[in-house]
């Protein structure tokens, strides 16, 4: 495909050994009702049939698919790729094991071009869809204009960082990159992003399925993963801790961090040493038993943090993490 000079929507599909779920994905994305867009599949090294089947969709759809194949960088480094070589005024994201209801992205775009003052838009979510574990992640209809990034916290934007169901302009993107080599990498670029944001749009239209397949990230368990979460969260909490305007929301957000913390030290390769170390970091930022009692409004929440008091942070996390299941590598 020759990419266009400009048009209304770049679709970016990062793609590794994904053969036995591309087409269902691609067929999802292409019965969208869009009518100015384009497909990026980046074939990030894979050793499967997932490259040569990118090549066949891209024949199969031409003038709509675009196929860059790449050596393996990892996740982050095919999407940068498809941004770099995006041509649309909007920019979204698709993981290539999901898929998306009918009509998602085209309601959502024809809104955002409606209401061209809008930087980003989010929308509904089948979290782990087809499993046990699925929920649904819903939006009421609003447009937030002012205090943005304020009101993201205030709704604990940080808990659902996914970078997909989300529609942003592509310029919020110009100097913003996925970090190479970390995971959890939505939880370290979002906040940045929604920094850039005058006005965000919370849609209760359409819907993304992230699918929970065996082995991916969020079904399996281990210690580097989940350290790299709470760094992330706790460099969050770090930014707003001294946020007069936002004291009590950093609060709550700091017993989130502090359940991110505990999951560490469940992890079945936990590496003890570090552990320790991380531990002995986070509470130079703990705020005060008081503080976080007032800020918590739930009673089970204020009965786990009372034994904090007595045990200190160190102890509380690995008497919680003993109590409770490890979790499966």
Known sequence: MTARESMELSIIVPIYNVERHLKRCVKSIIAQGLADYEVILIDDGSTDGSAMLCDDLARDHEGVIRVIHQANGGLSAARNRGIEVAQGTYVTFVDSDDELCPE????????????????????????????????????????????????????????????????????????????????YEDTAVMPEIIEQCRVIHYSSHGCYRYIMHEGTITTSYRYDRQRQLYLNSRKLYAKIMNDEALHTEALRMWTYSLNLLIDMGRCADVNKVDYDHIITEADRLRPTMAELLKATPAITTRLKLIPLSVLGLKAYCHTYAALTKTLKA
């Open 104 to 183: 998602t992205l085209g309601s959502n775009v024809r809104f955002l071009t409606d209401h061209p003052e809008v930087d980003m838009l989010e929308y509904p979510v089948e979290v782990h869809a087809d499993s046990h574990e699925a929920h649904h992640l819903a939006f009421t209809d609003e447009t937030k204009r002012c205090d943005v990034f304020s009101d993201w916290i205030r709704r604990e934007g940080y808990r659902h960082c996914y970078a997909w169901n989300k529609v942003y302009r592509a310029h919020l993107w110009s100097n913003t990159r996925f970090p190479i080599g970390e995971y």
